[in-house]
């Protein structure tokens, strides 16, 4: 049973230029969410994707966009990088845009925004 | 919005010890309430959770009841293993909001 890949596993960009990272999940699930985690510091909500809208977004600026594709798949960019925006990235899946559904999260993307 | 408060790290301990990690919830509603470790270079991986009053959610040795009527989801082992240091957080996930909210985490150490 695959669980929730991401790609890159690391990535290195100046500032002002853009990123998109990328998510599959686990086997079966159809709603994608996005966190930021910070160093020493716990992961934030960004947004989550069902049925290929953004259903519910956190505090995060408009440079934060994404996708989710047909295949549940699932993408976030980043537009005009901070140095602030240096982070892990990770996603979660999980089954159903019902209530309090059990999230299961990826290995994580880390961006280093120089 | 929802808010978790965690016992401050980091925590030492000797193998074997026992472990408790405190934690407290705000959430509106009735919350479902989980457990993930982080462990060095990882991403989160859950522990345990618990989906109502009195459940007591356990995995790998390490439990946790949700306790409604204090708002709180300790985690506790008996018994720690070297194995065990990783950073541990506590997170309620509410029918309102869908997402997950996070302390800063508990950094655990384990000495042998």
């Known amino acids: 049973d695959a669980g929730v890949t991401q790609s890159p596993t690391h990535l290195i960009k100046t500032r002002g230029q853009q990123v998109t990272l990328r998510c599959s999940p686990k086997?079966?699930?159809?709603?994608v969410s996005w966190y930021q985690q910070a160093l020493g510091q716990g992961p934030q909500f960004i947004f989550q994707y069902y049925e290929e809208e953004e259903r519910q977004r956190g505090n995060f600026p408009d440079r934060f966009s994404g996708h989710q594709f047909p295949n549940y798949s699932s993408e976030l960019n980043v537009n005009a990088l901070l140095l602030g925006d240096s982070a892990l990235y990770l996603c979660a899946s999980s089954l159903g845009w019902g209530s309090k559904k059990t999230q299961y999260f990826g290995p994580g993307t880390r961006l280093l925004v120089l | 919005g929802d808010s978790v408060t965690q016992m401050e790290g980091p925590v030492t301990l000797s193998e074997e010890a026992f472990l408790t990690i405190n934690c407290t919830y705000t959430a509106t509603g009735y919350p479902s309430l989980f457990w993930y470790v982080q462990y060095p270079g990882e991403g989160l991986q859950l522990l345990l959770k618990?989906?109502?009053?009195?459940d007591k959610g356990s995995n790998k040795g390490f439990e946790a009841t949700y306790r409604k009527e204090t708002t709180s989801f300790h985690l506790e082992k008996g018994s720690v293993q070297v194995s065990d240091s990783a950073v541990y957080f506590c997170a309620p996930l509410s029918g309102s909001a869908r997402q997950l909210t996070f302390g800063s985490g508990t950094q655990l150490t384990v000495l042998p």
């Open positions: 086997s079966g699930h159809d709603t």
């Open positions: 618990a989906t109502k009053a009195d």
